[in-house]
């Protein structure tokens, strides 16, 4: 996993979604941080440990090359609007739902 500054992560995620294009996914995770990098023992417990400020974790795969990014409280609107419209220009190839689920269920008589 490659570890990224937020304007890298948003160029390389920009060029993953090409390659994606025609066949292919690209999954997205976000979660947050707190600057761990090791697991909490079940036993006992982290005396002293307070994260300086609230983060996330974004991670980004194609099932091949994998990328993230830590995205501090500070910086989160600038990244926000730089994400949000690359989702924007990139999620054009979505599928339309199929609604005949749903006129089935509802028309059942219980």
Do not use: H
């Not at 992560?9 to 066949?23: D, G």
Request: aromatic fraction near 6%.
């Amino acid at each position: 996993m490659v570890l990224l500054e937020s304007k890298q992560f948003v160029t390389e995620l920009t060029s993953l979604f090409p390659k994606c294009q025609t066949s292919g996914s690209v999954f997205i995770t976000l979660k947050k941080y707190d600057g761990r990098t090791r697991s909490i023992p079940k036993k006992g417990s982290v005396e002293g440990f307070e994260p300086a400020d609230n983060k996330c974790l974004l991670r980004a795969t194609d099932g091949k090359r994998k990328i993230s990014t830590v995205v501090s409280s500070t910086e989160v609107s600038k990244f926000q609007m730089a994400y949000s419209s690359l989702l924007r220009a990139n999620m054009d190839g979505l599928k339309k739902r199929d609604k005949k689920n749903k006129s089935k269920k509802a028309r059942t008589p219980q």
